[in-house]
Structure formats: C-alpha cells, structure tokens
T-cell receptor
C-alpha cells in the first residue's frame, strides 16, 4: 500500500537529549513537510523540503533540524534547544505543484520526561 | 499574527443536523482553501477544497461556501452523523504550494446520536 509512515508512534525523551523522528513515504512525492500540533493551536509548519538535499525553514524551526538525503525519507531531529518539545508531530508529503493534496502520516507523540 | 481565523473552537450537533464551521483570512494573495478532517490519534486527511473563482463546491454531504469580498469561507456538513465527529481544520495557501499552507486552529465537532 502506498502511503506515508511515521515512527515511532509514541516517544519519550529526557530533558537535554536529542531525538529523531522518522518519516518515510512511497508515494514518489517530491515535497515533504513536518508540522507540530498542540491542543487548540492547529498545525504549525516546522520545515519543508521540495527536493532532495534541499529544505526550508517553516514558522517554528528553532530547536529542530532536518535532512533530506533520499526522496523517500525526511527525518526530524528535536534538539535540546527546543524549549517545549512535548507535542504531536505530523509528517506530510505532496506533489510540488499547484493545488495538490497533502498526505499525512499517523503522527508521533513526543513526551519529555 | 493569525492569518486564518477559525470558529467555533468546538461544536455539538444532533444527528441529522447541519454543522457549520467558519474561517476568515486576511491575505488576499491566498488562492487555495482546503478543509482537512482529523480523527483522534490520526493524521489529517483532505476533505474538500475550493479556489476563489467559485462561490460554492459540494461533495456529498460536505459543502464549502466562499465569499471573496468578505474574505470568508465556511464548511457545511448536511445530515451530520456520529461518524463525522472529528476535528476540522480550514487552511489557506498562496500559489497552491503546500509549503505556504496556513492552518486555522481547528474545530472539534461532536455529533450526538
């Protein structure tokens, strides 16, 4: 089945540690995105990538880093510099052109303990 | 600065009733307005979308109404069912690129049997 896969579903991190969230897609989409979702806040864009080896900061990139070494993969690292990392993280992908649907993964819930 | 304002934050409707969610935007450069539906613990999925050259778009029980002069658009769910209970997000983008997709804060809809 084609789709976008995020892992793990739940993740616990100690304060001061970096953690990497995985996102893989087999839809052959050029564009991939990371969003953060907090209760009552909607979805806020962290980073996006249009092509391999290129990515752009979104609205809340501070404390996060990404890489795009393969078309299928767009991992997100939550660094210790992120002040409030506990949230639901969503990865998405789409064809990079006008008016196209974004397909979302099932999300990773990160909790700092 | 919130570019897309969504209301209400939560909505309770009886089965068979009409659910109405409203969104307003400021940026006249926006030209693509999708609605996403999200069930608990899942990623959002595209429900229906509209461009500003039409005033209404209907897909089954779901209708988008668009008022360009007022910079407002709304989602109407006719004959609401308990299975429609979810969080709904409006969004807007300029140039159709998902990297510029701006989400509202969401409306949690509960349809009572």
């Amino acid at each position: 089945d084609g789709g976008i896969t995020q892992s793990p579903k739940y993740l616990f991190r100690k304060e001061g540690q970096n953690v990497t969230l995985s996102c893989e897609q087999n839809l052959n989409h050029d564009a991939m995105y990371w969003y953060r979702q907090d209760p009552g806040q909607g979805l806020r864009l962290i980073y996006y990538s249009q092509i391999v080896n290129d990515f752009q900061k979104g609205d809340i990139a501070e404390g996060y880093s990404v890489s795009r070494e393969k078309k299928e993969s767009f991992p997100l690292t939550v660094t210790s510099a992120q002040k409030n990392p506990t949230a639901f993280y969503l990865c998405a992908s789409s064809i990079w052109r006008r008016d196209t649907e974004a397909f979302f993964g099932q999300g990773t819930r990160l909790t700092v303990v | 600065q919130q570019q897309v304002k969504q209301s209400p934050q939560s909505l309770i409707v009886q089965k068979g009733g009409i659910s109405i969610i409203n969104c307003a935007y400021e940026n006249t450069a926006f030209d693509y307005f999708p609605w996403y539906q999200q069930f608990p613990g899942k990623g959002p999925a595209l429900l229906i979308a509209i461009r500003p050259d039409v005033s209404e778009k209907k897909e089954g029980r779901f209708t988008i109404s668009f008022n360009k002069s007022a910079k407002q658009f709304s989602l109407h769910i006719m004959d609401s069912q308990p299975g429609d209970s979810a969080t709904y997000f409006c969004a807007a983008s300029k140039g159709g690129s998902q990297g510029n997709l701006i989400f509202g804060k969401g409306t949690k809809l509960s349809v009572k049997p």
